[in-house]
Structure formats: C-alpha cells, structure tokens
C-alpha cells in the first residue's frame, strides 16, 4: 500500500465514525494480503507511510472471504472476482487477513 493510498484512508477514517467502516482487500498474494490488513489495523509496518505508528483497528476482510462473497450478488461476482478467485490461492489469502483480524479483535 502506497503512501497515498495511506494518506486517503487516514483522510477517510478522520471524515467518518470507525462503527461504519470496513477494509475490503483485494491484494492477490497471502503476504501482500497480511501487510495490508496490518497496515490498516495496526499501523504501517514498514513505517514509511502516514499510518506508520497508526493504529486504526478497522475490520479488514478480503473479498475472497465466505462473508464478503455472501454479500454481493453472485453474478456480479462472478464477472468481477470470478476469474481471481480460481487462479489465486484463495484459502491462504484468507487466513492471512483472518489472522490479523482475529489478532486486532482479541
């Protein structure tokens, strides 16, 4: 995640109630996946970004995830994360965001 999408979301977060948002991911690798669920929850792990030492403890889930596909209508997913979904390792992807979620919510 790059220092401007860092500073949107911090922009994003400042402008709203934390209670009405959520992170969804779309990062294709299990280890792009934690560092950005990380970053989002934690703070910027790398601290290079505006997030660096930020910790916003925002849900993060990934669209691949059971509980975000059961939210969007299954056409619309299919044509838009279908294809995703059968290439990447999916399961993995999932228990790296899962994990930081699970960690940030104990």
């Known amino acids: 995640m790059d220092m401007e999408d860092q500073g949107i979301i911090k922009k994003t977060v400042d402008e709203n109630d934390l209670k009405n948002l959520v992170v969804v991911l ?3 690798d299990p280890e792009s996946a ?3 669920a990380e970053t989002v929850t934690t703070g910027d792990p790398t601290f290079a970004g505006p997030l660096a030492g ?3 403890g925002l849900p993060v ?3 691949l995830e059971p ?3 059961e939210l969007i209508d299954p056409e619309v997913y299919q044509q838009q994360v279908g294809v995703m979904e059968m290439v990447l ?3 993995s ?3 790296s965001v899962r994990k930081i979620r699970e ?3 104990a």
Request: with cysteine; hydrophobic share 35%; glycine share 4%.
């Open 61 to 63: 889930y990934h669209i």
């Open 26 to 28: 779309g990062s294709p």
């Open 34 to 36: 934690e560092i950005y």
């Open 54 to 56: 930020v910790s916003l």
């Open 93 to 95: 992807i999932c228990e």
């Open 67 to 69: 509980e975000i596909k």
């Open 89 to 91: 390792d999916a399961k």
């Open 103 to 105: 960690r940030v919510q």
